[in-house]
């Protein structure tokens, strides 16, 4: 019985995992296809309105869209809002 829970659970997990990841791949894609091309008000709707897809996928095919939401958020802040930058050269154009 454990077993099958234990199955159950990993299955769920990394299904709502792969939708985040998949969402978050496709919405960087979107927004470094359209990058300057939208005013910031129709930038912050779309990213809002992005986190509701993962969620509606992961609830169709019985996964969790609460996983998912998370994960592709943390992909967005990576690879979206840039993550991968330096801290030292934020805070240089934040002074400038």
């Given at each position: 019985?454990?077993?099958?829970?234990?199955?159950?659970?990993?299955?769920?997990?990394?299904?709502?995992?792969?939708?985040?990841?998949?969402?978050?791949?496709?919405?960087?894609?979107?927004?470094?296809?359209?990058?300057?091309?939208?005013?910031?008000?129709?930038?912050?709707?779309?990213?809002?309105?992005?986190?509701?897809?993962?969620?509606?996928?992961?609830?169709?095919?019985?996964?969790?869209?609460?996983?998912?939401?998370?994960?592709?958020?943390?992909?967005?802040?990576?690879?979206?809002?840039?993550?991968?930058?330096s801290e030292?050269?934020?805070?240089?154009?934040?002074?400038?």
């Amino acid at each position: 019985a454990y077993q099958q829970i234990a199955l159950h659970f990993a299955g769920i997990l990394s299904g709502s995992i792969g939708i985040g990841l998949l969402c978050g791949i496709f919405c960087t894609i979107y927004f470094w296809a359209l990058r300057g091309r939208q005013t910031a008000v129709t930038e912050v709707m779309i990213f809002f309105t992005w986190s509701l897809i993962p969620y509606y996928i992961a609830d169709g095919v019985g996964c969790s869209g609460i996983i998912a939401i998370m994960v592709m958020g943390f992909f967005l802040d990576y690879f979206v809002i840039g993550g991968f930058q330096s801290e030292e050269s934020s805070w240089m154009e934040y002074m400038a």
